[in-house]
C-alpha cells in the first residue's frame, strides 16, 4: 500500500520557468490537497479537490494552478514561478471532505532562484 | 478567525526525559482537536485527537487532553526517546472538513541519547 506519492522530492527552478508537482493516492480518498510549508508558519492550504472534477482554493492559491482528471492523480502547476515560491510543498489526501484524518506524501523541496 | 498557537522550539531534552509541548486555540465553536507528528524526511501523520472536552487522545505514550477552560490541548509523553526527535504540529478543525484544518507552525523536538 503506497499511500500518498509525491514526485519529484527535490527541484531547483528559475525565476520564470514552469512545472508541475505529481500526487498520487491509492487509497481511493475523494478528498485531495497541496499546502506549502514555510519556516515559522503553519502549513498553508493552496488548493484542494473533493473529487474527479472538482477543484477550490485554499488560502494561498496564486501563482498555482491544478486539476483532478482522476480520483487518484491532483498535479500542482507553477506557471511562472517566482522566488516566493521557494517552500516545502505537501500533497494530502481524506477519504472524504468530511474526514479529518489527513494522509501526507513525503513532501517536495522546492527551490526558485 | 480560528488560530492554533504552539510553543517556539526547538525544544532539546535528555532521553527519558518529561515532555510538554503546549498548544493553544482560538476558536468560536467546539472544533476538534489534533497533533501530527512529522519524523525526518517524512510527510505528516496523525499522532492523536480528541473531538470534545475532557476527552484525552493517546498514541504512542503520547497524551493530550481537550481543556475547553483553558483553550488548550498540551502534548506530554512520560518517557522521550531518541525516536520521538521530530516535528510537532497542533490543529483543529471546527467544521468537519479537511479542507478547514488549522496548523499550527510546528515545535521541533530533538532527544539526546
Known amino acids: 500500500n503506497a499511500g500518498v506519492t509525491q514526485t519529484p522530492k527535490f527541484q531547483v527552478l528559475k525565476t520564470g520557468q514552469s512545472m508541475t508537482l505529481q500526487c498520487a493516492q491509492d487509497?481511493?480518498?475523494?478528498?485531495m490537497s497541496w499546502y506549502r510549508q514555510d519556516p515559522g508558519m503553519g502549513l498553508r492550504l493552496i488548493h484542494y479537490?473533493?473529487?474527479?472534477?472538482?477543484?477550490d482554493q485554499g488560502e494561498v492559491p496564486n501563482g498555482y494552478n491544478v486539476s483532478r482528471s482522476t480520483t487518484e492523480d491532483f498535479p500542482l502547476r507553477l506557471l511562472s514561478a517566482a522566488p516566493s515560491q521557494t517552500s516545502v510543498y505537501f500533497c494530502?489526501?481524506?477519504?472524504?471532505?468530511?474526514?479529518?484524518?489527513?494522509?501526507f506524501g513525503s513532501g517536495t523541496q522546492l527551490s526558485v532562484l | 478567525g480560528d488560530s492554533v498557537t504552539q510553543m517556539e522550539g526547538p525544544v532539546t531534552l535528555s532521553e527519558e526525559a518529561f515532555l510538554t509541548i503546549n498548544c493553544t486555540y482560538t476558536?468560536?465553536?467546539?472544533?476538534?482537536l489534533f497533533w501530527y507528528v512529522q519524523y525526518p524526511g517524512e510527510g505528516l501523520q496523525l499522532l492523536l485527537k480528541?473531538?470534545?472536552?475532557?476527552d484525552k487522545g493517546s498514541n504512542k505514550g503520547f497524551e493530550a487532553t481537550y481543556r475547553k477552560e483553558t483553550t488548550s490541548f498540551h502534548l506530554e509523553k512520560g518517557s522521550v526517546q531518541v525516536s520521538d526527535s521530530a516535528v510537532y504540529f497542533c490543529?483543529?478543525?471546527?467544521?468537519?472538513?479537511?479542507?478547514?484544518?488549522?496548523f499550527g507552525s510546528g515545535t521541533r523536538l530533538s532527544i539526546r541519547p
Open positions: 487509497m481511493n480518498h475523494e478528498y
Open positions: 479537490s473533493v473529487g474527479a472534477g472538482i477543484t
Open positions: 494530502a489526501s481524506s477519504l472524504t471532505q468530511g474526514g479529518e484524518k489527513l494522509f
Open positions: 480528541a473531538t470534545k472536552a475532557d
Open positions: 476558536a468560536t465553536g467546539y472544533p476538534s
Open positions: 490543529a483543529l478543525s471546527e467544521y468537519s472538513s479537511a479542507s478547514k484544518i488549522i
